[in-house]
């Protein structure tokens, strides 16, 4: 029951709006199958499947707003959970700032379903692992990982006339590749909506070289370097200024986007002229939900365009406030790059660092968006376009503006996850100068 | 839970607070009912540890739980969201040819729960081809029917919803009115209603809550373009509603007229200061980076123990269990049986434990049915001990679980999570006042900030709340841009004094994240007010 067809979700929807009794009611529900498998010291060490569905309804009396979820799906607990909504609306204080719901919106077909990603067994997730020990065995390294994969749906009506209905498929997977006397590690990540894309094995491979390659590290003094950010590293660091991209934080003065005099950076020139990002729910490497959870269509948006900052996003009451168009928060973002690969970049690179992971990334200065974090996994020291030798990792105190102001290459982009949130990125690597080192960690 | 969640649930953006949300929303109304008593879960749990056990189960636990939150979101004079969360379920976990195995049902019923743990049997024989090493169980006692509660005055769900947001927005209000251009605020109130049984004879019902008040306060200077920021002084803590009513004998006066909470909280006076702080802020001095004696107010400290000590002693962390992940630990098995490992110096005693009231780690027994207890983990700065639990005490030639084993829910398998981690007080009568006269170079810093450390727990930076520099033994002022960095031994090593247990006070991590899936847990860490020498202070001020 955890996954609805398109037809099944219309009815199941439009049978709760009937027992609807408010100004306003509005229903989402969403439900899937997910499954994992964790593995370390080279055996498996949990695995589980997860499968759920839930329901929220939304009752509006004027701008009373209540909410109510069940998990139940029986006509009775229908018809509970839409009188509980009611009752809290009743209970619940007005709030100026309610929007009243969306009236019908057109939503272009997505790509974000996959079968093959929702056929998964538990046995595709134990041979892809057993792949992967079977490197740790052949390269005598000690592996840790992690495979994980969705298959959901999601559907929303409200009295309006609003429907939408997606469904979606993922699977994330990440390994890392220790060596025996704990002196060396490597870690390698990849996401995707299509399993077929994911080869265990040649991921396993990446983190048994660099665990291989980063032991004997070598200490160099903190400063400030030229580095090359694999895109799992500089996903970490954008995507906080993805999270910052509202609008109402910018102009009450409170956003690394604020700026003297109540002004903010929408349309300036925030980073270099070769950054661009932008959001495609439609990209066929990175595809998302075509509407957000209040059903706002998804659209192509472009947020930085050149290093000038194109849109922010806003509530829809933030948006009514201002007169513009309410954009919501995109799912996944893609940044441009170039042409070179990895190695063309490390290739071309005179003296730099060559980092594979960024860890325990945290907010220092809300200001000047200044993020700190250590380095992780394999890193490296660049000479004359050659990875000379492993360098003991350090920790960094940079702001991701500063740093897309300090750019000097781009990168053929791929896509990666972050470690951080999960979230899914097309990114490129990227060459970036006077990056911020402020001090030796002896972690390996 | 995708950081995405966090930001939505808010609505505040960059520097809100970041929620993970467990369950399904539901009426308050419901909060209330009881779902089933304990003889009926004593009947559904014997069915599930009968089928494990027909599976060809050596051990089986089920544990049925229901799981309740409500979460108030306010801003300025606006209640934005009133979340009531309700989760309830079966996990059964069981040990077939010497492999764990996991499943879970949110359908409660006699054949729901058979089947649910003849899938953690097949589960665990699934895997057992991967098994290198049978599990090997540490004895636990049979407990037979036990009951523990959370000692609480009051319910916090009993409490309309009305109070609690008219307090709230009285805060904000207050904040407001004295000069903050805004506040958010919010109050979060869990419930576990948790039922544990195991074929070792335990039927264990537990009953626990947990309470966090707090807001984060902004000034802002239009003209500069600058903001300020700071946090509630509050602490989240294993009580109920009682916290939320302010006690004098509760309040600790810290130097600059700050007032630190122990056991009771006054957000209206929190929210008062706090508006006038950030106002100070804004023009304040901003920090000369160099070396600094530092003094460490337990909200602070808190933190800094949490994970420099707390993680690195996870003994599932030090083995390669989290290596991943969250990492592994620099406190290796070697240092430990070495028995000489200056993790700090003679003066630090830290001791775990799951059993200090008002703590939000306390209960009577862990999700493995074992009671709780306190033991030492650093003895006058020596390593002597772990965190471990049923399955991992034989690594440490230990004949019992240190009953640290916790689920964030029914439907998520129980592993090693930290107990509350504490830093025991000097002996000495010692206050804050005599420690900032001790010192001639240094920064006192209150109230957690920016925080984070490197995978094995060598290096660390952190914020925090509030900074005062203090010259030859006296405040010389509010400081900006402050953070320390330092090692973890190096920085342990460096502790030369600690205030005495009348300082003694609670900090709290409500939502401490581990392991893959991510699971949360809620964990205290007491500690006096206390000094490091020679810590190196980084400015973090930087132009865009």
């Known amino acids: 029951m955890a996954i609805l067809t398109k037809d099944e979700a219309h009815a199941l929807l439009k049978k709760i709006l009937s027992y609807s009794r408010a100004d306003e009611c509005e229903v989402n529900i969403n439900g899937s199958h997910n499954g994992n498998i964790r593995y370390a010291r080279n055996a498996v060490s949990t695995s589980g499947g997860i499968s759920q569905t839930n329901l929220v309804v939304s009752s509006a009396f004027g701008k009373k707003l209540g909410v109510a979820t069940i998990n139940e799906l029986d006509a009775a607990s229908l018809e509970k959970v839409v009188r509980r909504s009611e009752e809290l609306a009743q209970l619940a204080p007005e709030n100026p700032e309610f929007v009243s719901f969306l009236g019908p919106q057109i939503y272009p077909d997505s790509i974000t379903f996959v079968p093959a990603t929702a056929a998964i067994t538990p046995k595709i997730r134990a041979d892809a692992v057993a792949q992967s020990l079977q490197v740790a065995k052949d390269a005598n390294l000690i592996s840790a990982g992690f495979l994980e994969d969705r298959n959901g749906f999601a559907a929303m009506m409200n009295s309006k006339g609003l429907f939408a209905y997606n469904t979606a498929t993922n699977v994330n997977f990440s390994v890392t590749m220790r060596t025996q006397d704990g002196k060396g590690s490597g870690y390698a990540t990849r996401g995707y909506n299509d399993v077929t894309k994911l080869d265990a094995m040649a991921v396993t491979k990446i983190a048994a070289d660099k665990g291989l390659k980063s032991a004997t590290a070598q200490a160099i003094e903190p400063g400030k370097y030229t580095v090359i950010l694999e895109p799992a590293a500089a996903a970490v660091l954008l995507e906080n200024i993805l999270f910052g991209l509202d609008a109402r934080q910018a102009d009450e003065g409170r956003s690394f986007l604020s700026k003297p005099g109540g002004k903010t950076s929408l349309g300036e020139k925030l980073v270099d002229e070769r950054v661009t990002m932008y959001s495609d729910p439609w990209h066929p490497e990175l595809p998302t939900s075509p509407w957000a959870s209040d059903g706002r269509p998804h659209e192509k948006v472009s947020w930085i365009e050149k290093g000038v900052v194109k849109n922010l996003t806003y509530s829809r009451f933030w948006a009514q406030k201002k007169g513009v168009k309410a954009i919501p928060s995109p799912d996944a973002v893609i940044m441009d790059g170039g042409s070179k690969t990895l190695e063309q970049l490390i290739k071309d690179t005179k003296k730099g660092i060559l980092v594979t992971r960024l860890w325990y990334i945290r907010n220092v200065d809300p200001q000047t968006l200044l993020l700190t974090g250590l380095t992780r996994d394999g890193t490296f020291y660049i000479e004359n376009g050659i990875i000379k030798f492993p360098i003991k990792n350090f920790r960094f105190n940079e702001s991701p503006v500063i740093m897309l102001n300090n750019l000097e290459e781009l990168g053929r982009p791929e896509r990666t996850v972050s470690v951080e949130t999960n979230t899914n990125y097309l990114l490129p690597p990227m060459k970036i100068r006077d990056f911020t080192f402020t001090s030796l960690s002896d972690a390996v | ?544």
């Open chain 2, 1 to 544: 839970m995708k950081r995405r969640k966090f930001i939505e649930l808010t609505g505040l953006g960059i520097g809100g607070m970041l929620i993970p949300v467990i369950g399904n929303s539901i009426p308050i109304t419901l909060a209330a009912e009881e779902r089933l008593d304990a003889s009926q879960k004593k009947k559904l749990a014997d069915v599930a540890l009968n089928a494990a056990k027909s599976m060809g189960a050596t051990y089986a636990d089920v544990r049925i739980g229901r799981y309740l939150n409500q979460f108030l979101t306010t801003r300025e004079n606006k209640v934005q969201n009133i979340v009531n969360t309700e989760s309830f379920g079966v996990g059964i976990r069981v040990i077939v040819n010497g492999t764990w195995g996991f499943a879970s049902t949110n359908i409660v019923t006699e054949d729901a729960i058979k089947s649910t743990s003849q899938q953690a049997a097949a589960i665990a024989k699934a895997n057992s081809k991967f098994q290198t090493e049978p599990v090997r169980l540490a004895p636990a006692k049979a407990h037979g029917e036990v009951i523990w509660k959370t000692p609480i005055e009051i319910n916090p769900f009993s409490v309309p919803v009305s109070e609690k947001v008219d307090l709230l927005l009285r805060a904000n209000a207050a904040a407001l009115e004295k000069g903050a251009n805004f506040i958010s605020s919010n109050l979060f109130q869990v419930n576990e209603q948790k039922y544990f049984a195991s074929t070792d004879g335990s039927y264990i019902d537990q009953d626990i809550h947990r309470i966090w008040p707090t807001f984060t306060v902004t000034t802002t200077d239009r003209n500069s373009g600058t903001f300020k920021t700071r946090q509630a002084l509050s602490a989240p803590m294993g009580m109920g509603y009682e916290y939320m009513i302010p006690k004098a004998k509760d309040k600790v006066q810290g130097p600059e007229g700050i007032t630190l909470y122990r056991n009771s909280y006054d957000l209206i006076e929190d929210s008062i200061a706090a508006a006038q702080q950030t106002k100070a802020m804004i023009g304040a001095k901003s920090v000369e980076p160099g070396k600094y004696d530092i003094i460490l107010e337990p909200n602070h400290l808190g933190l800094t123990i949490h994970e420099s000590v707390g993680h690195p002693l996870e003994l599932d962390r030090v083995l390669g269990y989290e290596a991943n992940y969250a990492g592994t630990s620099f406190a290796t098995m070697d240092k430990w049986k070495a028995g000489n490992f200056n993790y700090g110096s003679k003066i630090v005693n830290i001791f775990a434990d799951k059993t200090q009231p008002r703590s939000l780690g306390a209960a009577g027994y862990d999700d493995e049915g074992v009671k709780c207890r306190q033991w030492d983990l650093i003895k006058e700065g020596v390593l002597v001990n772990y965190q471990a639990i049923r399955d991992q005490a034989h690594i440490l030639n230990q004949n019992e679980s240190h009953g640290c084993c916790y689920a964030q829910s029914w439907s998520d398998v129980q592993f090693q999570r930290m107990p509350n981690v504490s830093l025991t007080p000097g002996k000495d009568k010692y206050t804050i006042d005599q420690m900032i006269r001790d010192v001639e170079k240094g920064i006192y810093i209150a109230g957690r900030g920016s925080y984070s450390i490197d995978q094995q727990r060598y290096n660390f930076q952190f914020g925090g709340t509030l900074f005062y520099e203090i010259k030859n033994g006296a405040i010389a002022g509010m400081l900006n841009d402050v953070a320390y960095q330092s090692n973890t031994q190096e920085f342990w090593n460096s502790c030369v004094k600690i205030c005495d247990e009348t300082d003694y006070r609670l900090f709290g991590s409500f939502f401490d994240g581990k392991g893959q899936p991510s699971q949360v847990s809620a964990v205290s860490h007491g500690s006096s007010t206390t000094r490091f020498n020679g810590i190196n202070v980084i400015n973090t001020a930087r132009t865009i």
